[in-house]
């Protein structure tokens, strides 16, 4: 009987990992996304530590933030680091998504058809 609840839990295993990789939402890299605001992947990068260090967000949550205002092609390279900021100010102290806060701060649908977050 140990065999079998042995064999059972490998197969659950191995359908965990399957969906886990097939089910993964696909986002592009910075390199992609930083031409929708006219600026370079590494300047875009540059942007992650000084907006962490300014507003108390974690990297993780500042990265998560310039990509997605990079890949909704709202703002621009003069004003993406004023909008990150905001945004992630909004992340700390209302505790939103990073998706939520960025479609606030750029007064703009976080779901749909017109969202410019659809292919994010």
Known sequence: ????????????????????????????RMAHVASRVGMQAEALDAL???????????????????????CSGVPTSATIEATAREAARITETLRLSARQAAARVLSVPEEGATSPFRDC
């Not at 140990?2 to 939402?25: M, N, P, Q």
């Open 48 to 70: 992650v530590p000084r907006i962490a260090s300014q507003t108390g967000a974690t990297v993780g949550t500042s990265r998560r933030l310039i990509y997605l205002l990079a």
């Open 1 to 28: 009987m140990k065999h079998v609840f042995t064999i059972v839990g490998l197969v659950f295993a191995a359908l965990f990992v399957g969906v886990f990789f097939t089910g993964r939402i696909d986002s592009k």
